[in-house]
């Protein structure tokens, strides 16, 4: 959700209109369909899903704080988001809805091996993960383009809680990220800053 002074027309995401979120702002809002099931899918799809659940549960932890620390113990030298060079998922699985606009679009995961054990798992979480964000991505400059000016992610909802969800977001988006920080959004807003909100709860 990103908000304007003045009325933004963004193809392929909705809007604007008056007053729906801020007092006295104009509200574009663009959005990626169920990406928190389409994670569930993936993860819950692979073999190696069984495993990950015994060892989740024998740490008292949840799949995906668990499929965090795997991907630390694997990443070596590197930064995390590179385990994904050979592994690339297109996101949507159940159409596009910004900036898009084209419910018949479907997706794909390319670069999978023969090996399905855990790390692979665990890479296939991560490259879910940034593709959503590429898809936040997507729209963020597909609304740059429109006129918007958007320099701050604000997360809410579930998958804001996801310390990877966040910093893949961060890092593809070039945004500075912020969780649950709607006092300082408003806060900003009434400093005449023009500031892009991330829901991502709302689309699952």
Known sequence: MGISTDPIFVPGVW?????????????????????????????????????????????CQSIYAYLNSHLDLIKKAQSVGFLTVDLHVWPDFHG?????????????????????????????????VQAIAFGTRFIIEAMEAAGHSISTLFLCGGLSKNPLFVQMHADITGKCGEEERVILGLAAIGHHQVLGRLRIGAYG
Request: without cysteine; glycine residues 10%.
């Open 15 to 59: 809007g604007p209109y008056f007053s729906a979120m801020v007092p006295g702002f104009w509200l574009n809002e663009g959005g990626q369909s169920v990406t928190g099931k389409l994670i569930d899918h993936l993860v819950q799809g692979h073999p190696a899903f069984p495993e990950l659940q015994a060892k989740a549960t024998a740490r």
């Open 96 to 128: 596009n809805r910004s900036p898009l606009a084209d419910l018949t679009l479907k997706g794909m995961v390319t670069g999978l091996k023969l090996s399905q054990d855990l790390d692979d798992l665990a890479i296939l979480y991560l490259a879910t």
